[in-house]
Structures are given as C-alpha cells and as structure tokens.
C-alpha cells in the first residue's frame, strides 16, 4: 500500500488530491484546493500555502509527492507566482521525509485517459472512474492534483 499526495500548484490556487494504491487499486481520501486571497501579500500567500500544506501532510501521512512540473511556460508572469508555490510545497514534503515525483500534464493525461491532448473535462471523468466517486471532483485544480496523482500510482505499479 501506498499513500501519494498529488498537487496542482498554483499561489492563487493549488489543488491536492490524497490517494492510497494497492496495486491496481486505487482509493481517493481527500481532494480540494488551498486557496489565497489575490490582495494578500505574495509572502502571505506562500505561508498560507506552506501551513495549509503541512496540516495536509500531517492528517494523510503520504509517502509520497506527486507534483505537476514546469515544463512550459507562455506567461512569465503566471510562472513565477506558480515556482514560488512549488518551491514552497517541495521544501515541506523535503522536510517531512516524502518521495518527490514530478510529472508533466502530458505524463498524467496519459496515464489517467491514455491520450496526452486529452482534454480537461475527460481526465475529469476518467479520475472519477478510476478513483470510484460519485461525482466529477471539482474544482479543476483538485481534479489535476488526483490525476497526479494516479499518474504516480500507475508509474509506480508498472516496477512492481
């Protein structure tokens, strides 16, 4: 059994998603975003992040980070604000002990729709299939963290 947290960073928004594999099985413990005002601070909404982030670490107990990686970016401006959020995240999980995994978007399309252009709303619904909820999870955020979540989990299982 494994326990992997996945996030979507992002200062305005990052999206968690907490999952446990066994095998090919895969169960959703918690998902939903850590959110910051936009009139607040930047170094506010790092430690809101940073806080948030450590009481997540501390209920779920993960093993594991699985975190989007910057692998592109069109706005610098949009760039910066997100490398600050995951720098802030990567140090947490270092300082708790986790295993770090970066993923790419492409990376968790594929291993969540198996078609890495899929589009947002169908690596929603393949996440609700794989993971066995009722509904759609929302917002996009967290739906991006569980696919990363499972992206670990299916990368993880193919060594087993």
Known sequence: MSRIIGID????T???GVIESRGKDYHCLDYGVIKTPADWKVESRLQKINEEFNLLLDKH?????AIESLFFFRNRSTAIPVSQARGVILM???QKGLNVCEYTPLQAKVATVGYGKAEKRQV???VKIILNLDKVPRPNDAADALAVAICHASSFNQFQ
């Open 92 to 94: 947490s999980a270092s």
């Open 124 to 126: 929603q619904e393949m």
């Open 14 to 16: 990052t999206g968690y």
């Open 9 to 12: 960073p992002g200062t305005a």
């Open 61 to 65: 107990l993960p093993e594991t980070l």
